[in-house]
């Protein structure tokens, strides 16, 4: 098992392990949004609540690609900004210094998600129901129980 996982394995083979594709398809997604939360201001919207409302999509998808990484692997890289050079600096970030910002961020992406949006699309409950298992994930249960009960009671209660 020890050879199947070393950085010179094949870490992309459905006979082996997949560890390689989960590894970039969630910094793939946190590049994307990234770039997103970095570019908002270059781009033109129609309302301000529309510009919120992609912010904290962006916010969402990388609090959830942040999640599933420090499930997975633990501390990883934590990066807040989209990468225009190339760079070999990374460093390692604590995961729980990780979850308390992703924690951040769906804070702010809560205010600004609708409670109903088209499939697909990222709406309040379910940033409830990240940020409750974010909150888990610290250790943070009293918070946990509040962000959950926000989803079950529902957005009329």
Do not use: C
Request: overall charge negative; proline content about 3%.
């Amino acid at each position: 098992m020890n050879l199947l996982i070393q950085p010179g394995a094949n870490l992309n083979s459905g006979n082996t392990n997949r560890i390689g594709w989960f590894w970039g398809e969630f910094y793939e997604g946190i590049k994307y949004a990234n770039t997103v939360i970095d570019r908002i201001d270059d781009a033109e919207f129609d309302s301000d609540a529309q510009k919120n409302e992609i912010l904290a999509g962006a916010y969402f998808h990388r609090a959830y690609r942040y999640y599933r990484l420090t499930q997975q692997f633990g501390d990883v890289p934590l990066i807040l900004h989209e990468i225009t050079s190339a760079r070999l600096d990374f460093v390692t970030t604590a995961r729980t210094t990780i979850l308390e910002k992703m924690r951040d961020d769906l804070n702010i992406a809560i205010g600004n998600l609708p409670d109903v949006v088209d499939r697909g699309q990222v709406n309040k409950a379910a940033a409830l129901h990240l940020l409750t298992k974010v909150n888990l994930a610290l250790s943070d249960f009293d918070a946990a129980i509040t962000s959950a009960s926000s989803v079950i009671n529902g957005p009329n209660a």
